[in-house]
């Protein structure tokens, strides 16, 4: 994939996660103008993006959504929890086109349909054309011609095309568009008033039109006064006649075709004669000759009579060219009557024929017979009363935009040398503003002004400024993006790294936070590296064991410490590498937390439910491959917490709960693991209830059910195909998740601890290894095989008497600290028929380890050493022995295997 | 520059963008009948265009570009006729 598209990608998912949070963060504190603010912003960067690799559908979206979040944000319309969902909708759009794009390297299906529907839900929205709670996407939805159908008033009701194309290419035109071979299209161009700020050129656009062979602009309404126009807006509307496709005209306008409507109109605009202007009366004979030819329906006549004055004019008359055109119509289409009688009448008048723009049967709008009036009259102004009203309001918007983009350029130049004459022109037009809107403290302005460019601090203008224009929100982000451009950050920051928003009096000192620089690398490198210093801690074990053979096989001493020496200096070193890798592996677990907000606010709503999420120790940081392994399940508790959890509102409000539940998501770090607790404050469970459904479903046994403890009974949610829940939802409840839940933590080296109060709620506790990509193994010995066990499984190791191990309903135990621990003799778990060795004292090594919430003790041959490996899962026909977590290599280069403990002792249970 | 001034006469040249409009907004409130000649102008920005059509001008000289010549001579000759 070209690297740039890549990058594009990893940005603009980074921007989509971010645009969600700030959607929901908005949603919940509406008065936080900073959020509007910077999602404004980051919607604006992903759209000038996808614009660069030319994704109009995706392009498009965005703009729409920019659109309202302008108006949220100029309080044009209230912000509404429909409103954030189509925001949140539409992002997800462009999430499933950034997908497309990542897996085959641009768009393989065509969104425009999907895309067409998201704008037209936006615009909805935007124009409040319907409630704003009746919004819904149509199922199927309708093209965006859909806005352009409204009735459109067009200036004029006929065209001659005669000076852009030669009378030639008119008639050969002509000739193609009678049969069929093409199609002539007027394109109404209507921008949008703000389509200046957008760097867009209305009149550029639509001059670049394919196969143009007219066009022209009309002021839309009336153009004021020169004093009281404002040229930053755009009121021109644009027409243009194209001989081009209707799909190339549409390709050419991509980016905007909610301002464009494009009509197929009559090939009569493109009769219109061209010449010298001679003669007059002359001809008036001709014409009533030829009339009565027409009408007596003598073509014949007609066509020899206007040929033979054709012979005897200059073909560079304008008669000849009308004469030609006659002929042309005579011979292509004799059957219209009317047409050749109007070109008849034509040059009568001499003046070339107006036909109407569009055939009866095709005419599209209704169409204003009054011609647009350029002067302003006084009657004009009189009805366009409400109108300037209107634009009163939108002029102090341009000029508070104004006045802020001024202030970021001058906020950009106050610590550069040399930048006093640009500068002096953001202060120009600034005081262009002032004066616009008739602001008489102009002395006190420059005063300020002079100020700024003494002291380098916006703050006293801004503040001024705001009293005469009112509040410049944007000032403080702009401040804040000034900053970020002062310290020439790399553009493609660590994500998580988001400058908050910086207040224009914070004192500069701050800054010095923004000198890190981040990097932002492939995880695939990193991997690479991980794997690499892996290796280097393994193969430096071998170094100890070298030392030793030079010691006892060859007898070097000397040579043994020099080994042992280098050997200390060499894991110093490997130590520190691994130390600095694991760091550069850390992640933030809010990393995953993020996702959260809104599955819950989603899942909240669709189950009619209200539910709060609160988040804890979002900054606690973990190993990226556990933050990715902890994703899945998580969300399979989050969601079992909203469907099966917490309560319905009036069920809580009787239960005298507060109405809106909620979950907590929190992570911390305990001495060397990482704990991730989800609770909620719902139903909670009841362990007999949970003994009774197991036992009907036939999962457990009748003593069982008598004998389980009331802990031992919560665990039964963990046995595969335990649900519940008595009508599975399509949210959770069938009965998977909580064992994949399990399976999924144990995989990741972890384990799951379920804690509930009937009626108060429960609590989910995942205790997650801090790294997975260094393992710490016990090594044992049994049946003289080496192999190990994960340290985080391991509790104890004892020798212990073979004589006190007692036998109870035919298992092996010992009382350990007045606690009946099982036995197993772990060559009977691997199948070996040989027994296990005890030492002189008659007394077995035992390795005491977890097994689901209990202890369990594994009788060994003996202990070896507790060595970091690499831990390489079974590959091939191996990956199904599921005994064996995977291999290792040990510093005299032989493998050592893993022992899954947790399956052992499952598969030996079963 | 895009646009100079000469007295009563703005003569327009090569790429005339935005930030053109608004000397040429004072200079049409200073000028009464400003005379335009666009024999040089390549394109027009719209703002700059919409001044032109708010103006009190009289067009001198039509674009050379055909193309540009023919959509101004459209625009403005359905109100001046020199």
């Known amino acids: 994939m070209n690297e740039l598209l890549a990058l594009f990608i990893s940005e603009s998912r980074d921007n989509l996660q971010k645009i969600g949070e700030d959607i929901l963060a908005y949603e919940k504190d509406h008065a936080n103008t900073n959020i509007i603010l910077e999602l404004f ?57 950034l997908d497309d794009i990542a897996a085959h390297d641009q768009l393989t299906v065509n969104y425009t349909e999907a ?35 409204t009735p459109l008033s067009i200036p004029f009701t006929s065209i001659s095309i005669s000076d852009t194309i030669t009378e030639q290419e008119a008639q050969n035109l002509f000739i193609e568009a009678i049969q069929g071979k093409c199609t002539l299209h007027l394109v109404i161009y209507t921008p949008e008033e703000e389509c200046f700020y957008k760097g867009e050129d209305p009149f ?64 009569y605009c493109l009769v219109a004669f061209h010449g010298e202007p001679n003669g007059g009366p002359v001809y008036g004979d001709f014409v009533t000759e030829a009339i009565k030819y027409l009408e007596a329906g003598d073509l014949e006549s007609l066509k020899f009579s206007a040929q033979t004055l054709l ?16 002929l042309l119509l005579i011979d292509k289409i004799p059957q219209d009557r009317s047409a050749i009688k109007q070109v008849l009448e034509a040059i009568n008048s001499f ?52 006045i802020k983009t001024q202030l970021k350029i001058i906020g950009q130049h106050l610590n550069r040398p040399g930048t006093e004459g640009q500068m002096s022109a953001c202060f120009f037009a600034i005081k262009g503003c002032l004066t616009a809107i008739q602001c008489k403290e102009l002395d006190l302005f420059e005063r300020l002004a002079q100020q700024v460019l003494n002291t380098k601090q916006l703050g006293a203008l801004v503040s001024w400024l705001e009293t005469i224009v009112g509040p410049l929100p944007g000032i403080d982000t702009l401040q804040k993006s000034q900053h970020a451009q002062n310290s020439e950050k790399p553009q493609y920051a660590h994500p998580q790294v988001q400058p908050a928003a910086v207040a224009p009096s914070v004192p500069k000192e701050t800054t010095h936070e923004e000198s890190v620089q981040f990097l932002k690398v492939d995880q695939s490198k990193i991997d690479h590296l991980m794997d690499l210093i892996g290796e280097l801690v393994v193969s430096k074990n071998a170094l100890p064991y070298l030392a030793g053979r030079a010691e006892k096989i060859y007898g070097v001493r000397e040579l043994s410490k020099e080994l042992k020496g280098q050997f200390a200096v060499i894991n110093r070193i490997a130590e520190s590498l691994q130390d600095a890798i694991m760091k550069v592996r850390m992640v933030p677990v809010g990393v995953v937390f993020q996702r959260f907000p809104r599955l819950v606010r989603d899942l909240s709503r669709k189950l009619n439910k209200e ?24 969300i399979h508790l989050v969601r079992n917490a909203i469907d099966h959890g917490i309560e319905s509102t009036e069920v809580r409000t009787q239960k005298g709960k507060s109405p809106k539940g909620t979950i907590l998501l929190r992570a911390y770090q305990e001495t060397n693991h990482i704990v991730v607790e989800v609770q909620d404050d719902g139903k909670g469970m009841d362990g007999a209830v949970l003994k009774q459904k197991a036992f009907e479903k036939g999962l457990i046994s009748e003593e069982q059910l008598h004998s389980l403890s009331e802990q031992e009974a919560l665990n039964l949610i963990f046995i595969s195909g335990f649900s519940t829940a008595a009508v599975a939802t399509d949210i959770s409840g069938r009965g998977v998740g909580m064992d994949a839940v399990k399976s999924m933590v144990d995989k990741i080296g972890g384990t799951i601890e379920l804690q509930t109060v009937l009626g108060k709620g429960t609590t989910f506790r995942l205790n997650l290894p801090v790294t997975m990509a260094i393992t710490n193994v016990m090594v044992i010995q049994t049946n003289k095989q080496l192999f190990g066990i994960p340290m985080s499984m391991v509790v104890e190791t004892l020798r212990f008497p073979r004589e006190h191990i007692t036998i109870i309903k035919n298992h092996a135990t010992i009382v350990l600290r007045n606690r009946v621990v099982p036995v197993f003799s772990l060559n009977k778990l691997l199948g070996l028929v040989v027994p296990p060795l005890t030492n002189e004292d008659d007394e077995y090594a035992l390795v005491v380890v977890h097994y689901n919430g209990e202890q369990v003790a594994l009788i060994v041959d003996g202990f070896a050493e507790v060595v970091d490996i690499i831990l390489k899962p079974l590959e091939g026909t191996m990956a199904s022995l599921k005994v064996y977590e995977g291999t290792a290599i040990l510093g005299d280069g032989s493998v050592l295997l893993v022992l899954d403990v947790q399956e052992l002792l499952y598969a030996h249970s079963i | 520059m895009p646009i100079v001034y000469k007295k009563s006469k ?73």
């Open chain 1, 351 to 402: 003046k070339n024929p107006l036909f109407p723009l569009f055939n009866d049967a095709e005419e599209p709008a209704e169409i204003s017979q009054e011609p647009a009036v350029i002067a302003p009259s006084q009657n004009d102004k009189e009805v366009e009363k409400p109108r300037e009203l209107v634009k009163q309001t939108d002029r102090r918007s341009v000029i508070q935009d104004i």
């Open chain 2, 10 to 82: 703005a003569f327009f040249q090569e790429q005339v963008s935005a930030e053109e409009a608004e000397a040429l907004l004072e200079w049409l409130q200073k000028t009464k009948h400003g005379e335009i000649d666009f024999t040089k102008a390549k394109h027009i920005h719209t703002a700059v265009l919409q001044v032109l059509l708010a103006g009190d001008i009289r067009i001198s000289v039509w674009p050379e570009v055909t193309s540009l010549r023919s959509w101004l001579q459209h625009i403005f000759e359905k109100k001046h006729t020199k």
């Open chain 1, 41 to 97: 912003r980051i919607v604006h960067t992903l759209k000038g993006n996808s614009g660069l690799f030319s994704f109009p559908d995706m392009t498009r979206v965005l703009h729409a959504s920019e659109d309202l979040m302008i108006a949220v944000r100029d309080k044009k319309i209230p912000f509404s929890q429909e409103i954030a969902d189509t925001l949140l909708d539409a992002m997800d759009f462009v999430g499933t086109l």
């Open chain 1, 115 to 149: 895309a067409n529907a998201h704008i037209q839900k936006i615009q909805s929205i935007k124009d409040g054309a319907i409630g704003v709670s009746q919004v819904a996407v149509p199922a199927k939805p309708k093209t965006i011609q859909v806005p352009a159908r």
């Open chain 1, 611 to 634: 539910v709060e999420l609160v988040l804890e120790g979002q900054d606690t940081e973990v190993d990226k491959a556990i933050v990715e392994a902890l994703g899945e399940p998580l």
């Open chain 1, 204 to 267: 550029y656009q639509i001059m670049q039109t394919p196969k143009a062979i007219w066009g022209t602009a009309y002021p839309r309404g009336t153009l004021p006064d020169l004093k009281e126009l404002d040229f930053y807006r755009c009121t021109l509307d644009f027409y243009c006649v194209s001989s081009a496709d209707k799909n190339d005209l549409t390709h050419h306008f991509r980016y905007i075709p909610e301002q464009v409507r494009i009509e197929p109109i009559s090939p």
């Open chain 1, 311 to 326: 012979n005897f004019s200059s073909p560079n008359l304008w008669i000849s060219s009308a004469l030609r055109w006659l």
